[in-house]
């Protein structure tokens, strides 16, 4: 399908976009201060900057750790070189506006910039002019595609035809790439590119975010939102004005609209600094926090520090709160089943609040392969060169054998000395990627999870549509959390789950959870769950339901696993991933049935063991799930 070119659009698009960032005076911001662009304005270079030394600064880039670090991309770099950029393909693009299908686009985007960094650091390695015709083809290609924005961000096709720039998530990285690469890089890459790059990055990105800071953030919603995509986007954008845009004041302007807005992404965090997002999403949305925040440290001679609130250092150290045991975290909310607490964003915490912990800046790899949605110069730039100036706002706690998120109903509960069993609950704690699973939990055994929440499906058009709570792996049936006379749990987000009690200490911690409002039933007089991790020489988690009807009901509760699993001949339950074997012992008040279903929907697969009471149930009843580690 051919795209439909638009060359006088195009020549308005670009005069615009150079009114508009000629003079920071040029148009009044309806949030922004003018007298706060001024003042920042006396805080910057008079020359704009990337991240980090350019790579002509032979000092910072010949130093031999910074060269060996910088072997494996290096190596792969002339591979990457001798390929063609890989295509642009329509069809990949359009399928989700066809069908709701969003891989295959985003693959494709995700191919075609995924080699920028590593031909840019290989260059800035070696600095001898071998990969600059690479880089140059690859730059172009990028400029040149139809348009930066996801397929899922542009239902209606306005940016794949020319129509409209917007800037989301994907684009705002990609310009602070190219920018990042321009900075990096500088007269030694040809003019006609460097051009080229710079005039594409003004129009689809600096002017359309610079017209929003005019009119209070019309055309881009993102700028009051209180999640990830504020951060995301905010932190490509600015980066982007502060390596590209020549003129200090115009800086300036990006600057302060970073500033003023990023205040939002702070406002979707309660005061013990719990991820409502979930895990995965902390990982996305603080680490481009923390970039942003090494962007205007180094941008204002550590002037303009984002770290300077008491609620950032609690969300910093969420990172490391939140696992269950090393590498092992409970994967509430849309976390994907690989996901682990990113350790480039706590060491930089680390070492910017002096936290005393393992991680540093200095051990993370350079690696060829990043996250997608990311800018994997810029991070490489921090990984390398960066030295976080200090933040203060307390001293370094802790993390302790238990984590209580109080203000959310979060339990976290570590393993005691030698010990390897660990466990998470969660009564509330949801954000705008809520499953519907009060009572939720997951079981750490060493590095592997063999039961608990199953994380996230594969993202489609369904996934954030009115039909989101119809896919199972998303609304309460596939969760580790009881079905109630058939019904399923009311969406999370509208309920309010009482923590009836809190407890803990060396010994071992619990939870009591109210999880009656989860449920719209009238003849359900109590549902209480109650969670505890006991340590010591026998290590345990037992799960307890207990419930009350005023009429006969039914009632089952569920075990969730991803590995394997088998009935043994005493009746206990085997789960295992690879190594660790987790035995479930289940008790009731009255006879039960189990029934284990195998479950693949929206790209995620799982099993339930349904535990279903054979008879209706009234009055008082429980059931009881006492897990233990196999022995070796």
Same mark, same amino acid.
């Given at each position: ?166 800037? +989301? ?7 602070? #790439?190219?920018?990042?690469?321009? =900075? !990096?890089? &500088?007269?030694?890459? /040809? @003019? ?57 004041? +115009? ?7 970073? #500033?003023?807005?990023?205040?939002? =992404? !702070?406002? &979707?965090?309660?005061? /013990? @600094? ?359």
């Amino acid at each position: 399908m051919p795209r439909p070119r638009f060359p006088k659009l195009w020549a308005c698009v670009l005069w615009l976009a150079g009114a508009l960032l000629t003079s920071a005076h040029a148009g009044r911001f309806a949030d922004i201060a003018p007298e706060r662009v001024a003042s920042l304005a006396q805080q910057l270079a008079e020359q704009p900057s990337g991240l980090g030394p350019a790579c002509q600064d032979r000092s910072a880039w010949g130093q031999a750790d910074v060269q060996r670090r910088l072997q494996e991309v290096t190596k792969a770099a002339e591979k990457i070189a001798a390929q063609p950029v890989p295509p642009w393909d329509d069809e990949a693009y359009l399928e989700y506006s066809r069908s709701g299908v969003r891989g295959n686009g985003e693959r494709m985007m995700n191919a075609r910039k995924a080699g920028l960094h590593v031909l840019v650091l290989a260059e800035c390695s070696q600095w001898a002019g071998s990969y600059l015709p690479s880089i140059s083809r690859l730059l172009q290609a990028l400029s040149t595609q139809p348009t930066w924005t996801w397929p899922a961000h542009d239902k209606e096709l306005r940016n794949f035809r020319g129509q409209r720039f917007e800037v +989301d998530l994907f684009a705002a990285d990609t310009a602070n #790439e190219l920018a990042q690469a321009l =900075y !990096l890089l &500088g007269d030694k890459l /040809d @003019g006609p590119t460097r051009k080229m790059v710079r005039d594409t990055v003004v129009q689809r990105v600096l002017a359309p975010v610079r017209a929003s800071y005019e009119t209070g953030g019309k055309d881009h919603w993102w700028l009051k939102a209180d999640h990830n995509w504020n951060a995301v986007c905010l932190k490509g954008v600015t980066g982007t004005a502060l390596a590209l845009l020549p003129d200090r004041e +115009d800086r300036a302007v990006f600057v302060a609209g970073a #500033e003023y807005y990023i205040r939002n =992404y !702070l406002g &979707g965090f309660p005061p /013990d @600094g719990y991820a409502l997002e979930g895990p995965g999403y902390w990982n996305y949305g603080f680490s481009h926090y923390t970039e942003l925040r090494e962007m205007l440290m180094q941008a204002t001679a550590n002037w303009l520090d984002l770290f300077d609130h008491p609620l950032v250092r609690e969300v910093a150290l969420y990172g490391y709160r939140f696992e269950m045991t090393p590498g092992n975290v409970a994967l509430f909310g849309d976390a994907g089943r690989n996901t682990r607490m990113d350790d480039t964003t706590r060491a930089y915490a680390n070492e910017a609040y002096g936290l005393g912990l393992p991680q540093t800046l200095f051990s993370q790899s350079v690696s060829v392969n990043t996250p997608a949605n990311s800018s994997p110069l810029v991070q490489a730039s921090i990984k390398l060169f960066s030295k976080p100036a200090p933040a203060g706002h307390g001293s370094a706690p802790a993390v302790g054998l238990q984590t209580y998120f109080n203000t959310v109903g979060v339990l976290v509960s570590r393993p005691g000395p030698g010990e390897t069993l660990g466990f998470a609950i969660k009564a509330g704690g949801n954000g705008n990627h809520s499953h519907n699973d009060v009572g939720s939990y997951a079981i750490a055994l060493g590095a592997e999870q063999p039961v608990g929440d199953a994380g996230a499906t594969v993202y489609s058009s369904k996934t954030f549509s009115k039909d989101r709570f119809t896919i199972r792996g998303i609304n309460s049936w596939g969760h580790p959390v009881p079905v109630v006379a058939g019904q399923l749990q009311r969406e999370s987000t509208k309920v309010k789950a009482p923590v009836l009690e809190q407890r803990g200490d060396a010994n071992g911690s619990m939870v009591r959870i109210d999880m009656k409002p989860a449920y719209a039933l009238d003849s359900l007089q109590k549902l209480e769950r109650s969670a505890q991790h006991i340590r010591g020489p026998e290590p345990k988690v037992i799960i307890e339901d207990a419930f009350r009807f005023s009429t006969p009901q039914p009632f089952e509760t569920a075990i969730i696993s991803t590995g394997q699993f088998q009935r043994l001949a005493d009746g206990t339950l085997d789960f295992w991933q690879k190594r660790e074997h987790l035995r479930a012992h289940i008790s009731a008040s009255q006879a039960i049935e189990l029934q284990t279903e195998t479950v693949t929907e929206e790209g995620l697969t799982f099993n339930r063991t349904a535990i279903r009471f054979l008879q209706a149930v009234t009055g008082n009843a429980w059931v009881r799930m006492e897990f233990t580690p196999a022995p070796r």
